[in-house]
């Protein structure tokens, strides 16, 4: 199975050399207050941003992933009904297409607002700083159109199963560490139903102090019940 936040490292490392890029152009080609700083702090917030990002949250994931799919002591390995996998990715893909949406109207919303103060009220550098922030906001907008349905693709040709370990949980091909940095799990409940589930209640940091809970819900195979009614009291829960 692939380990994806190995690729999501590589194309933070990408970024961080395009935000590069911008930089050096506010540095030598637009004047400092023509909008030549404003262009360089951005730019640096960016790259600093994308290698804080690959350091802190996917080089830790990606250590997890190889922990959890080589742990010789798995709680569980499951394999599922294509036609079942298939319905729950079309539905987490309406899902993200909601959520990316609404982010898109915060993110676009102030570079273009930027971009037209740059435009109209700046005079030197201010028409190049403005394009640039325009193609930012129109490449933003473009990933967060695209970015669901390549993420429902790759999950399409990932394998449909669940990892359960003592270290992590990998589900639909993406790894859920049990602690990190900004996500912790705070529970594991079986729910007893025609099929039967496991629920696992994960907490994220979304800002100082501000925790977001969400599920991830693992369906359990027939025949594997048993196994699956053990697994919260070996996590803990």
């Not at 917030?45 to 002591?73: C, E, H, M, Q």
């Not at 091909?173 to 099929?195: A, C, D, K, N, Q």
Request: glycine share 8%; hydrophobic share 50%; aromatic share 14%.
């Amino acid at each position: 199975m692939e380990n994806i936040d190995k690729r999501r490292i590589i194309h933070c490392l990408i970024f961080a050399g395009f935000s590069l890029v911008l930089f050096l152009i506010g540095l030598t080609m637009i004047e400092g207050f023509g909008g030549g700083f404003a262009l360089m702090f951005i730019s640096f917030f960016l790259f600093i941003s994308s290698l804080t990002i690959a350091g802190i949250i996917f080089y830790p994931r990606a250590k997890v992933f190889n922990a959890v799919v080589t742990d010789s002591k798995l709680l569980a390995h499951w394999t599922y009904d294509p036609a079942l996998y298939s319905r729950i990715i079309e539905r987490e893909y309406e899902e993200h297409k909601n959520r990316n949406t609404a982010l898109l109207i915060i993110t676009d919303g102030m570079l273009i607002f930027l971009a037209l103060f740059f435009i109209i009220f700046i005079q030197d550098g201010g028409f190049e700083t403005g394009l640039t922030l325009l193609g930012i906001a129109i490449l933003l907008f473009f990933v967060a159109k695209l970015a669901p349905g390549f993420i429902r693709d790759r999950k399409e040709k990932m394998p449909p199963e669940a990892w359960i370990s003592t270290k992590g949980l990998v589900y639909e091909g993406t790894v859920y560490p049990y602690s990190g940095f900004l996500l912790g799990i705070t529970g594991v409940s079986y729910l007893e139903r025609t099929e039967p589930v496991l629920i696992f209640s994960f907490h994220q940091l979304t800002g100082a102090k501000i925790y977001e809970t969400f599920k991830i819900t693992i369906p359990v195979p027939k025949g594997e019940e048993e196994k699956a009614k053990k697994i919260p009291s070996q996590l803990g829960f």
